[in-house]
């Protein structure tokens, strides 16, 4: 019913920029709160930066002041823009959303995840 693709991923020398996109599509009433996780090699998944609909953002510690998150509600997408990264943000960032279905029913949806590489 609801589907999450994300684009923007790639292989970035350190201290480059990357902007990921995630766009949402299929059937469904409206949409809450978006962001993305990523998941390194070996380590657990982590929250990376989120988004309300009204455009309250939270971001981890370690982006904080290099990532910036945004979203275009007309589009029902949510970006992330990347800044000064580092072979620390080598991973795989998934997007995630809040969604309100047609019949009232909150789903939670993850698109398949995007790779960011990080490497001289």
């Known amino acids: 019913q609801v589907h999450l693709v994300e684009s923007g991923g790639g292989l970035v020398q350190p201290g480059g920029s990357l902007r990921l996109s995630c766009a949402a599509s299929?059937?469904?009433?409206?949409?809450?709160?978006m962001g993305w996780d990523r998941q390194a090699p070996g380590k657990r998944r982590e929250l990376v930066a989120s988004i309300t609909r009204d455009g309250a953002t939270n971001y981890a510690d370690s982006v904080k002041g290099r990532f910036t998150i945004s979203r275009d509600n007309a589009k029902n997408t949510v970006y992330l823009e990347t800044n000064s990264l580092t072979p620390e943000d080598t991973a795989v960032y998934y997007c995630?959303?809040?969604?309100?279905?047609?019949?009232?029913?909150?789903?939670?949806?993850w698109g398949q995840g995007t790779q960011v590489t990080v490497s001289s």
């Open positions: 995630h959303a809040g969604v309100v279905l047609n019949g009232g029913t909150f789903y939670s949806g």
């Open positions: 299929g059937s469904f009433f409206s949409i809450n709160a």
